[in-house]
């Protein structure tokens, strides 16, 4: 088998390396991380293993959906996606990661062939989340001013993409209305972490160090609108 050839040439390229060089437990391990980032990115999802696949397709209303969900069929297949994966993590990855192993060329391929065979169906899936949409809203002429509006708004973002929109409407603060904008971006910012908060106030700084236009400067300090450590809402 050529399993170049096989497999997406994004999972080849993650395993490469180590099938080349004949570990072949270590690529068994590789296709695995480039499963769990893939699920990580669909899903905005931040944690690993069956707990990862349990919050990225488990649950009455899975966050990533490898079909349209409605039918019996559908939701049997859903399920059927979410215990499979929790068992190739529980009988294949986990042995992997946590005790030394030696696999053949055999076993290799066949096992990252199927794991390629669900990354094309994950590929396809749908998931609720979708960043050039959501950022878009900002600039929508039928956003409400409402901090509340806001607020639901920012609930829609995975913990993990939370970040990646406040970069976006950063970028694109000059686009549309600046109120608009500063609502969302503060509705974001309360729901993330202290360290992200300060990765936000980082790129601020760095973008006033930038800043050619006096509008430039205004709309960055504008947004989050910082007085006296707390965010003003």
């Known amino acids: 088998m050529n399993l170049q050839e096989q497999i997406d040439a994004r999972l080849w390229a993650s395993v490469q390396k180590s099938f080349e ?14 499963l769990s980032d893939l699920i990580r990115s669909k899903s905005g999802c931040e944690s690993d ?5 349990g919050a990225a397709f488990g649950g009455a209303n899975p966050v990533v959906k490898i079909n349209p969900f409605q039918t019996e069929t ?4 859903q399920r059927g996606m979410e215990q499979l994966l929790r068992g190739l993590y529980a009988a294949i990855r986990n042995p992997r990661s946590h005790e030394k192993r030696s696999d053949s060329v055999e076993t290799a391929e066949a096992v990252i062939t199927f794991i390629g065979l669900l990354i094309s169906m994950i590929d396809k899936s749908r ?11 900002a600039f929508d002429k039928h956003f409400v001013s409402k901090t509340q509006y806001a607020d ?17 409407l950063f970028q694109r603060r000059m686009e549309g209305k600046i109120q608009h904008v ?3 971006t503060r509705a974001i910012l309360a729901s993330v972490s202290d ?5 936000y106030w980082e790129m601020i700084s760095a973008a006033l160090e930038d800043a050619d236009a006096d509008s430039e400067f205004r709309t960055a300090v504008y947004l989050p609108a910082k ?4 965010l003003r809402r």
């Open 195 to 199: 360290e992200l908060r300060s990765s």
């Open 227 to 230: 007085i006296g450590g707390g």
């Open 49 to 53: 293993g069956v707990a990862l696949i």
């Open 21 to 34: 060089d004949g570990d072949f437990a270590g690529s068994i391990r590789e296709c695995f991380y480039f």
């Open 182 to 184: 500063a609502l969302f």
């Open 74 to 77: 559908e939701q049997s297949e």
């Open 152 to 168: 639901v708004l920012a609930s829609k973002i995975p913990p993990g993409k939370r970040y990646d929109v406040l970069n976006r």
């Open 127 to 137: 998931s609720p989340y979708d960043a050039d949409q959501i950022v878009g809203k």
